[in-house]
């Protein structure tokens, strides 16, 4: 059992982030009141979590590009009924002894 011999060393801690439109009171109002924002924000989130579990992204990373990596991406749109949308993401998490600094774009 375990991982394989060449399995890279896993990382010292994750950043899971999870999107359920249902839960968030914000976008049960969009979809009372602006239903096609709620779709447009509920595309948003696909774009996202699409992009960083994409082998573009991987690439990207692989190649020395500060994006986050990502362990695991499960997109569950449904553009029937957006408010029903669900996104997860495990990504790597933004360590500052890894390198990651936040820097504010309006002063």
């Known amino acids: 059992g375990g991982p394989p011999a060449d399995a ?44 960083l579990g994409s082998a573009a992204c991987e690439a990207l990373v692989e190649a020395g590009v500060p994006v986050a990596r990502a362990f695991a991406v499960d997109l569950r749109p449904c553009e029937r009924d957006p408010i029903e949308s669900r996104f997860a993401m495990l990504l790597q998490e933004f360590r500052a002894d890894e390198g990651w600094a936040q820097h504010w774009l309006c002063p």
Do not use: I, N, Q
């Open 8 to 51: 890279p060393e896993p990382p010292a801690s994750a950043f899971y982030k999870r999107v359920a439109m249902a839960e968030l009171e914000h976008a049960r109002l969009k979809a009372r009141t602006a239903p096609l924002k709620l779709a447009r924000d509920t595309r948003s989130y696909a774009v996202e979590a699409g992009f």
